[in-house]
């Protein structure tokens, strides 16, 4: 991994009559995690894949499954997506009531935790319960409306530096990624602001050539210069 940053597909994205093979490109391209939507059509607009599904690819990849839930009473998800085999589960702030409780429950299911914080958002709910948490996901748009044509929001950037001194001021080793429009062109301001994972997905979809994509990015991080197109 190129500077210590992760890199990760957002199968959201993907052609869903053909997702066992867009598993084997993602791992071919060297994509290091599978970023899942699961949405319920009531805390957003749009719906995700369904736990039946994200069980029955489960056995195609060994890269682990990082689910971003999207739903109103997020926990009654919890039982089935364990059993589907998702290794980390991110929980909307917007949708739980009892923030410690609800991360905890995670955590006790055998799965780790992580907090979705939407764009508009306030970070200050997360000091207290940081130290509890492997990851934190800031979204860089309305979730659910990358396919009506919403575009990264560079607003997310400070959102980035402010989660990042948070989650320092708290000693806390929490995983700090970005999704929601991310292309190459965002990636290095976004590692500069202190993340440190990176979901993709139209940015490597809608290109012809995943694996090339990739690389690009990848060398972007590493201050390389790589030509546009």
Excluded at 113 to 126: D, K, Q, S, W
Excluded at 142 to 170: C, H, K, W, Y
Aim: aromatic share 4%; hydrophobic share 50%.
């Amino acid at each position: 991994m190129t500077s210590g940053v992760r890199l990760g597909a957002a199968l959201f994205n993907a052609d869903h009559s053909r997702l066992g093979e867009e598993l084997a490109r993602v791992e071919a391209a060297g994509l290091d995690f599978v970023h899942l939507d699961v949405f319920d059509g009531r805390l957003v607009p749009d719906l995700g894949f369904p736990p039946r599904t994200i069980e029955h690819l489960r056995p195609l990849t060994r890269l682990p499954f990082e689910v971003h839930l999207a739903a109103e009473e997020p926990l009654r998800f919890l039982p089935v997506l364990r059993d589907a085999g998702v290794d980390l589960l991110l929980l909307h702030v917007e949708s739980v009531r009892l923030l410690y409780e609800a991360v905890f429950s995670v955590r006790d299911a055998g799965l780790r935790v992580g907090l979705v914080f939407g764009l508009g958002t306030p970070l200050e709910l997360l000091p207290p319960v940081a130290g509890m948490l492997d990851a934190v996901l800031l979204l860089a748009r309305v979730t659910g409306e990358g396919t009506r044509g919403a575009s990264f929001n560079p607003m997310v950037i400070p959102r980035v530096r402010r989660a990042r001194e948070l989650i320092d001021q708290a000693e806390a080793g929490v995983d700090l990624q970005v999704a929601g429009g991310v292309r190459r062109e965002h990636v290095r301001d976004l590692v500069a602001a202190g993340a440190t994972s990176l979901a993709l997905g139209g940015g490597i979809y809608r290109v012809p050539d995943m694996g090339a994509e990739v690389r690009a990015i990848r060398r972007t991080l590493a201050g390389e210069a790589v030509d546009v197109g």
